[in-house]
């Protein structure tokens, strides 16, 4: 077959497929209540448009030779923006900020039912409790109106709500949207698995919230945006509720609202520098004249390895993100937000193979004016997403003060110690079962545990310690124990007289 018959056949097979597409979807949205059919409408309006696109890209959607590092004052290091200082009016700018989280996901991967959010990460606090302490803290200090949004997702709005009345007396105004509600679709139809638009028992499975590239739609959407620009706010601070390390920095929030050159930035991305356990994260590259975040999946496979290597791309998107808010809904009226489809399979309890399309908020940076990388430093990025992570924010590694929390400064080094913890470990109810009390790791490198094995109380940790239990065998730290630079195996059980 010619090119051109072959180019004409497939655009013949898109259009029956978005045909039947939205036969479909039109047949979900005929099931909808009378109080559900404008937010269901426009949720599979966005849904068609990413579908469309979905059919029109091929292959990764970068091409290589393109690709360049981005120029040197594309990204300045953050200790040139903090050089500057502060002004004397830093609560003025302050009140023109809006601190947003990303809130839709589930504590599914620690073993735990409900939002991320609500586990407790430090001293019986949440990630939420930790969150308002620092906006109201900042509050009090400046005199301020720093207010916070949720970006929640179905899964995770009720609960969520339930839990805000807890902050009704702090002084930091709260506010919800929701991300929207995506069908997936089954990956060799490539039809919606939802029959109509319930999403509670057996039909949960059927839709997913659509990645956090779906802020600037939904926060559009939800009329939230048009309000804060009211009351006079300009930027959005936007970061995943999980990254401990994300708290409002006033000196980047400066460099914002009083830029050295006059021109102000519309997208500021905070990156940091790569180890060797970050080769995976999106690097910021120079592509067609733009800043452009690039990720492993739109990354050609015979170049992966080059852009795992830490010495040609040196950096990684942390996910903090400082955005005008003026800039979004420009933006969001021209439909001029354009972010690469990330296309996730996944395999559903039944065994059925099914695709959920999703976009990812960083990706939208080449369509702004004027952006701009700050290479931040480490201590801005401390997610949790695994117990091991746990482990090292709920240690004396780190001090909290006012919901923050810094690196001690007994700890000689700076650097975080490599922790990994084996499967008996995964669920957090099971870590907090193993542990009596967290260890003393002020002096630890590295830390390995696996299989069956507690930690007494009062345990100290240094240098590099590797404990493994073998299968059958378990393994009891005693308490009080000090551990430098051990190798623990075999069995040893210690048993109440």
Known sequence: ?????????????????????????????????????????????????????????????????????????????YEKIKARGLPDNIASVLN???????????????????????????????????????IEHLNKSYNTDVPLVLMNSFNTDDDTKKILQKYSHSRVKIYTFNQSRYPRINKETLLPIAKDVSYSGENTECWYPPGHGDIYASFYNSGLLDNLIAEGKEYIFVSNIDNLGATVDLYILNHLMNPPNGKRCEFVMEVTNKTRADVKGGTLTQYENKLRLVEIA?????????????????????????????????????????MEIIVNPKTLDGGLNVIQLETAVGAAIKSFENSLGINV??????????????LLVMSNLYSLNAGSLTMSEKREFPTVPLVKLGSSFTKVQDYLRRFESIPDMLELDHLTV??????GKNVSLKGTVIIIANHGDRIDIPAGALLENKIVSGNLRILDH
């Open 1 to 77: 077959m010619s090119q051109a018959g072959s180019s004409q056949f497939q655009e013949v097979i898109r259009q029956e497929l978005e045909y039947s597409m939205k036969v479909e979807l039109d047949k979900i949205l005929a099931t909808a209540h009378s109080n559900e059919i404008e937010h269901t409408k426009k949720d599979l309006e966005g849904f068609k448009k990413l579908f469309h696109r979905f059919l029109q890209e091929k292959g990764p959607s970068v091409d290589w030779g393109k690709i360049q590092r981005p120029p040197e004052d594309s990204i300045q290091p």
């Open 96 to 134: 023109k900020l809006v601190v947003v989280k990303l809130n839709g996901g589930l504590g599914t991967s620690m073993g735990c039912k409900g939002p991320k959010s609500l586990i407790g990460v430090r001293n019986e606090n949440t990630f939420l409790d930790l969150t308002v302490q620092q």
């Open 298 to 338: 739109q990354v050609p496979k015979a170049h992966v390895d080059e852009f795992k290597s830490v010495s040609k791309f040196k950096i990684f998107n942390t996910n903090n993100l400082w955005i005008a808010l003026s800039a979004i809904k420009r933006l969001q009226e021209k439909n001029a937000i354009d």
């Open 377 to 390: 430093p480490r201590s801005r990025f401390l997610p949790v997403k695994t117990t091991s992570d746990l």
């Open 450 to 455: 696996s299989g069956d094995v507690t930690f």
